[in-house]
């Protein structure tokens, strides 16, 4: 998703037309490439995964378009751009249409555009060098290498406005999706107070809720307490006594439940509808209120209380569980495998919990990727801004040395890839779990 990897040192040499597969062999591997899909669509569903698959693939095209903002910007602003694949390795497919080549490769963990010259290291033909990223001028340089992030908030917007267009505002009471049965429990709180779907709970004990979290915090330390609910059913505002009862023993959907109190239902914050001319303005709201959340909890994570914090999840099984099952409750990396499970529940639970997710993963992928560190394409937007700043009036354009920014990178990757793997070692050890009930 980065620029360098779209033109790291390490890669693979700038490829020539030959190097491309032929035409004529393209049905041949469309055909095989076809197959390998279709067979790896059958294994996830009928392993059960479908929903995971969905999520993934849905991961990919997020990805493609993170890299479709790099690649349109740069033909925009009449740089050469060679290829745009879908994955890394060896090629499964390609065409080239004019100078740049559309494909496929083997490992489908991402995607790439390669835009020549996006360092001062990097070795292109004499004829090509006025095409070259790093010959553009300051702002042409600046929009393209900030395109990728530009678009994750483009999407998220978009994602925005179609939660508010489908489900409205989201407001601090609690709306009740379902009402569940418990293995081996007769009758749930729930089910023993008279709660059911649609019904919304807007305060418990007569107090109102400061926030959506508010209403699961209460029950969760309320084990054998009656709770008295105010609850909006068919326009009436009725109170009802319910009474929590441990999760201790009990699982629920493959989840085991806690020891602390739960209701028996599934919940999201209830909404307030709007209108068509509301909706933009209202987006906007949403689209805020998700990032202020994910810089928090970005800036969180990565203070020396948040790497503490994740540490101990490393090393303490019961600590990692305990996050696991309360979201939120302490810093937590989340890896592309978190993603993809949190992405499958979201789905099993309706497309209002993807839409929430989705435009929290693009939120933070547009923030992650304005760091200004290399390899990011925040790192890239600031040596533009480096060089721009050097250069004197009347002088020759100043060209930052960027192997002197090497050892500072090696350093970054390392503890990102550090931080990375613990974010998968958690994911798979303790997968998080989407709160409710």
Known sequence: MTLTEREAPAAEPQPGPESAPAESGNRARVIQLLVALAVITAVFVTTGLGYLLLFIVILIAIVMLHELGHFVTAKWAGMKVTEYFVGFGPRLWSVRRGETEYGVKAIPAGGYVRII???????????????????????????????????????????????????????????????????????????????????????????????????????????????????ERDGRLLHITATPQSGKGITVGGQRLQDRGYLGVSITPASQSVSALGAVPAAFRTLWQVTDQEVTGIAQTFSPAGLSAVLHQDTNSRAAQQVAENPGSAPRPVSIVGIANLGSQAEQAGLYSVLVLLIAINVVFGILNMLPMIPLDGGHVAVAAYEWVRT?????????????????????????????????????THPLQIPGR
Do not use: C
Not at 152 to 176: E, P
Not at 396 to 424: E, H, M, N, Q
């Open 392 to 428: 004197r009036r009347g002088q020759p354009y100043y060209r930052a040395d960027i192997t002197k920014l090497f050892p500072v990178a090696f350093l970054f990757i390392a503890f990102l890839s550090v931080f990375v793997l613990s974010g998968i070692f958690l994911d798979i």
């Open 117 to 231: 010259g996006f360092t001062s290291t990097e070795d292109v033909a004499a004829e090509d060098e006025p095409r070259a990223y790093r010959q553009q001028p300051f702002y042409q340089r600046i929009v393209v290498a900030s395109a990728g992030s530009v678009m994750h908030f483009l999407i998220a917007i978009v994602l925005a406005l179609i939660l508010v267009l489908g489900y409205g505002t989201l407001s601090n009471n609690i709306a009740i999706g379902s009402v569940e049965t418990w293995p081996g429990v007769a009758k749930t709180p729930a089910v023993l107070a008279g709660l059911k779907a649609g019904d919304v709970i807007v305060s418990i004990d007569g107090k109102t809720f400061a926030n959506p979290n508010a209403m699961t915090d209460i029950v969760k330390r309320s084990t054998g307490k009656p709770l008295v609910l105010g609850v």
